[in-house]
């Protein structure tokens, strides 16, 4: 048996002081901004592993080298001069529903709302490359940040691989601005690597060297930080492009403590996000009896083809309590699944969102 790293532990019933310290550094998406196609950069979720790094950008360079022909490195005005693209992607973190599983695993206590969708501008991975001249027998692409943090009980600078396929086919971007405008310190500035489809651990921020490899690279965020562990602290599979996944906007008015949310009968419109890095979202499903029946939501245009697109669903809401939930179905055939599945690190736990509403006349408030 592989001994499990420390975060693929097993928390108390109790939330503890680390997921508290990790919760108060990063922060997930109000559920309330799904109704815009494009996330405010303050609203995105966040995840910084290790510290935020200070980066003068006068003295800021981007090193390619490796298994390339020509090393090149860069500073900022020369990768602004580079060609240009800017991209709608929606961004989600592998832990994104780990506080949701039971036992629960013991890191950043996402529920559901890891996710956002930004419009990252920057320069094509694939062109850079190409002007390097990575070497035919090159297997990966290593992208190295800024940031350093122990993790496994090891000094790292935060690094992983992409395969070279991967580095080259998925429309990587060398991205300097966040929704038109400079990167925020906490989004990676001056540079971050944005791959469309991946989980959000793939998008190295503070990005400062990229290194064409002879041999696959075996470092820790590779090989121990982002496999689906199980019960046994077996490794298996690594964590790569996201699951299906829908969530609603929540409709109402919220609780203040609980959440829970109170609406008058009545006709209703449910709207809510749903995406996938697996394929197109070919169909929402939609149940207010807490998944015991569905009906199809009517789907809109995604915000780009690596973006999450809007649904809506029209429900006479009667009297009582509901359990409304939405399920995405991708065009590679997977569908989100009512239960969880269960891994020890609490990693793309896609399973559908609950949503408890009350419906009900409002309630007289005394004069």
């Known amino acids: 048996m592989t001994d499990p790293p420390p975060t693929g532990t097993i928390a108390s019933d109790q939330i503890t002081p680390e997921e508290l310290r990790l919760a108060a550094r990063n922060h997930g998406l109000p559920l309330e901004a799904l109704r815009d196609p494009i996330t405010p950069a303050g609203l995105h979720y966040l995840l910084i592993h290790y510290d ?69 501008g920057g320069t094509p991975l694939r062109g850079v490359l190409e002007e390097a001249g990575v070497a035919d027998a090159a297997p990966e692409v290593l992208f190295t940040g800024l940031d350093r943090g122990v993790e496994g009980g090891t000094q790292q600078a935060y690094a992983r691989s992409l395969s070279i396929e991967d580095a080259l086919e998925s429309g990587a971007l060398l991205a300097y601005e966040m929704n038109g405008e400079p990167l925020p310190p906490q989004h990676g500035f001056p540079l971050r690597l944005v791959v469309p489809r991946w989980y959000g651990m793939t998008n190295v921020k503070w990005l400062t060297r990229v290194t064409a490899l002879a041999e696959p690279f075996d470092g820790y965020q590779n090989s121990v930080a982002y496999r ?140």
């Open 52 to 120: 935020i790094p200070a980066v003068d950008p006068a003295d800021f360079r981007l090193d390619v080298d490796g298994e390339v022909e020509r090393p090149l490195s860069f500073d900022l005005d020369a990768l602004r001069a580079l060609p240009k693209v800017t991209l709608p992607v929606t961004f989600e973190c592998a832990g994104n529903g780990r506080a949701l599983l039971a036992p629960r695993p013991l890191s950043q206590p996402w529920l559901t709302e890891a996710v956002g969708t930004a419009e990252w």
């Open 228 to 367: 689906l562990y199980d019960e046994n602290g077996e490794p298996g599979a690594p964590v790569s492009r996201m699951l299906p996944r829908s969530l609603l906007v929540p409709p109402g008015v919220p609780e203040f403590l609980s959440r829970e949310r109170s609406l008058e009968p009545g006709p209703v419109e449910l709207r809510g996000r749903a995406w996938s890095g697996q394929g197109e979202i070919t169909r929402v499903e939609v149940s207010v009896d807490g998944g015991a029946t569905f009906a199809d939501a009517e789907l809109g245009e995604p915000v780009s083809e690596a973006a999450w697109l809007m649904w809506t669903f029209h429900w006479q809401a009667p009297e009582g309590t509901h359990e409304v939930c939405s399920r995405a179905t991708d065009s590679a055939g997977n569908v989100q699944p009512l239960d969880p599945r269960w891994n020890l690190k609490g990693y793309v736990n896609n399973a559908v969102e609950r949503i408890t509403v009350t419906v009900a006349q409002p309630a007289q408030v005394p004069s």
